[in-house]
């Protein structure tokens, strides 16, 4: 017999468990959730490359209901993050409604339910009421179209698919890119590989980072005294939401920011030539600012080459750059990111009409609170549309998204109603988002970044405001947002949303 469940869960990263937490809190034990990969983690299982750590401080970058007071140090190691998450797994008790190395194939709205074809440990179908897509934007990489790139004479693989078998020691290697990633990675590889030539299409604005361990007598404390987390929590919290001002391009915020990169790259780089070619044409936080001790050093000693022009061709060994210089290496990283506007799920979601959520999405990503979609009943989507943050901890958007999602199943009722996003409340979310994003260095600033897409030159990755804001937002979401529903009691506490009848 098909299995049927109330909720599916597409993924156990950050969102799926996050989602899955908050099913148990609500009482609703009817649900699954489908990870393709053999351990929870989603990204930080699958990044595993040198160097690779959070940049939102460790105490902010969890859950609410799992405080760790064991993190080695300000920022987390990956290897940290994806135990942390394995856990959490654990400590949540998901038992059989963890469905490891079991992955979508397709999901269908059809009479009223959705039709899940899963592949991997358990193919088959699966019946769900509500389908929760929680499968992240950092999933699938992007290898760049560059002459040659499938004929490198030696080991070629992208940084979040690490190849650890290959020995970098006294090796020529090179990275293409200087994203986050990217100067995690090239001030580890400077230790080990014989040099390391780094492809540099755009330079970054980088702040510093501060980072430093925890010695054991601080964790300790944060073991003994609970409440001291709670207060570092709040401190950190209060401290990203004030970095929303010069990221998203305050005058007098985006001045004291900018001063201190160009503060930081002038203190570490001392030769002029190289200084002007790490600094950004573009305005502070038009795209991602990184952050980074270590990365400047590495870049002004001997191990490390930097080619300001991006990666044009590849002949055999040789890398051949736009600026016509060329390099020999035995090794080639990409370092090029992922697949973010265009999420790769979307492709397999159907909806009310037959057609995909790609589909619906040909222009970029649209929704009503970041969350739910027209066209694609009981659907909610975690860390999707303008649900990222350039200034504080994701976790606390999915964590909202998540109690969002609760409250809107709360309205479903004993009659399993099924809830139709009007296509009005779309588009007047999707116009807010773009008067919101309007004068931001995002839309404005002079660069490409991975925040807006290419095909409609709207932003459709970032939440173009502070957490509190958005939280804000959700809290005024009383239901109307569905129109074939039957809408009744309560979306949030303290305001009654309209009853109506199913239509």
Same mark, same amino acid.
């Given at each position: 017999?098909?299995? /049927?469940?109330?909720? *599916?869960?597409? @993924? ?6 996050? %989602? ?6 609500? !009482? ?16 930080? /299982?699958?990044?595993? #490359? ?36 394995? &856990? ?88 293409? +890119?200087? !994203? ?18 780094? =492809? ?30 709670? /207060? ?7 401290? !990203?939401?004030?970095? =929303? ?36 044409? #573009?305005?502070? +936080? ?6 980074? &001790? ?43 990111? =992922?697949?973010? $506007? ?19 999405? *040909?222009?970029? %990503? ?8 027209? @066209? ?13 943050? +350039? ?5 606390? %958007? ?9 409250? *809107? ?21 999707? *116009? ?5 994003? /309007?004068?931001?260095?995002? %839309? $404005? @600033?002079?660069?490409?970044?991975? #925040? ?52």
């Amino acid at each position: 017999m098909t299995e /049927r469940v109330e909720v *599916a869960v597409i @993924g156990a990263g950050f969102a799926g468990l996050g %989602m899955a937490m908050a099913l148990r809190r609500a !009482g609703r034990d009817s649900f699954v959730v489908l990870e393709r990969a053999a351990s929870v983690g989603g990204t930080w /299982r699958d990044n595993t #490359y040198p160097g690779v750590a959070c940049d939102v401080p460790s105490h902010l970058y969890g859950f609410a209901a799992h405080p760790n007071p064991d993190w080695s140090g300000v920022y987390a190691r990956g290897d940290e993050i994806h135990r942390y998450l394995e &856990d959490v797994a654990d400590r949540e008790h998901l038992g059989e409604r963890l469905r490891l190395q079991t992955s979508l194939r397709s999901a269908r709205w059809e009479d009223g339910v959705w039709r899940l074809e899963t592949g991997g440990a358990e193919p088959g179908e699966l019946h769900a009421d509500v389908l929760v897509l929680a499968c992240g934007r950092l999933t699938e990489p992007v290898v760049p179209e560059i002459d040659g790139l499938a004929g490198f004479d030696g080991p070629l693989f992208h940084s979040s698919r690490w190849d650890h078998s290959v020995d970098l020691e006294g090796a020529r290697v090179a990275v293409v +890119g200087t !994203g986050a990633s990217a100067i995690q990675l090239v001030p580890e590889l400077a230790r080990t590989a014989a040099h390391v030539t780094l =492809f540099q299409r755009t330079p970054a604005w980088i702040v510093p980072r501060g980072a430093r361990p925890y010695s054991e007598a601080e964790r300790a404390a944060f073991t003994a005294h609970p409440e001291e987390l709670d /207060r570092l929590r709040a401190e950190l919290y209060t401290e !990203g939401e004030a970095r =929303f001002a010069s990221r998203s391009g305050d005058a007098a915020a985006s001045v004291i920011a900018r001063r201190t990169a160009e503060q930081h790259l002038a203190g570490q780089i001392g030769d002029p030539a190289l200084r002007a070619a790490l600094t950004p044409d #573009y305005a502070f +936080g038009c795209k991602r600012v990184l952050l980074s &001790d270590e990365f400047y050093p590495a870049v002004a000693s001997d191990a490390v080459t930097l080619e300001p022009s991006a990666l044009a061709a590849v002949e055999g060994s040789a890398l051949v750059a736009s600026s016509g210089a060329r390099y020999d290496a035995d090794v080639l990283v990409l370092a090029t990111g =992922f697949a973010s $506007t265009q999420q790769p799920y979307a492709a397999l979601v159907h909806g009310e009409d037959g057609r995909t959520l790609d589909q619906h999405w *040909a222009e970029g %990503m649209t929704s009503f609170g970041s969350t739910v979609v027209t @066209g694609f009943p009981n659907l909610f989507v975690l860390n999707g549309p303008n649900a990222s943050l +350039g200034h504080n901890s994701s976790v606390l %958007m999915v964590e909202e998204q998540a109690a969002y999602t609760v409250r *809107a199943l709360a309205l479903r009722g004993e009659d399993r109603a099924v809830l139709r996003v009007r296509p009005e409340a779309e588009a007047a979310y999707s *116009a807010e988002i773009a008067r919101a994003a /309007r004068e931001t260095p995002w %839309m $404005t @600033g002079g660069c490409r970044n991975w #925040y807006v897409d290419e095909r409609s030159g709207r932003l459709t990755l970032l939440w173009p405001g502070t957490v509190d804001a958005f939280r804000a937002r959700l809290a005024r979401a009383d239901g109307s947002e569905f129109a074939a529903a039957t809408v009744s009691g309560t979306l949030h506490d303290g305001t009654s949303t309209r009853t109506g009848e199913q239509t």
